[in-house]
């Protein structure tokens, strides 16, 4: 079984999930957009056999008081997985309820421009 370690500064979270069918991402985003800047730092993963969404970290940094280190080291077999902040169970109807809203939605925006 492999993992993730992501160190923030003195602080380290493990994330691994006991699956055969799961995956594990960290994703930093550096955002500038009209003299402002956004980092966001999120660590999450999924596990299909259980149909769960779990995050190990989110957080966003604003502006000037950005000085972070950040190490990420691939694991294997740890026990010491940290518990998520947050699992969110993946449901089926909830999931197509969005896509037919962003479906109506797009299909309106196509409508008023006439390419429909």
Known sequence: MKGINLKI???TITGMIDSNNYSLSVSL???HFEDEEQISLIFSGY???EDKQLTYFA???FGDKIDKEIKIKLI???ENSSL???ELKYDQSSNNEMLLRSYRRL???LKEKGLI
């Open 84 to 86: 998520p902040i947050k």
């Open 76 to 78: 294997e077999n740890d």
């Open 47 to 49: 596990n299909k056999d």
């Open 59 to 61: 957080d966003h940094f």
């Open 29 to 31: 985003t550096i955002r």
């Open 9 to 11: 500064d003195k602080s």
């Open 107 to 109: 299909q309106a925006q």
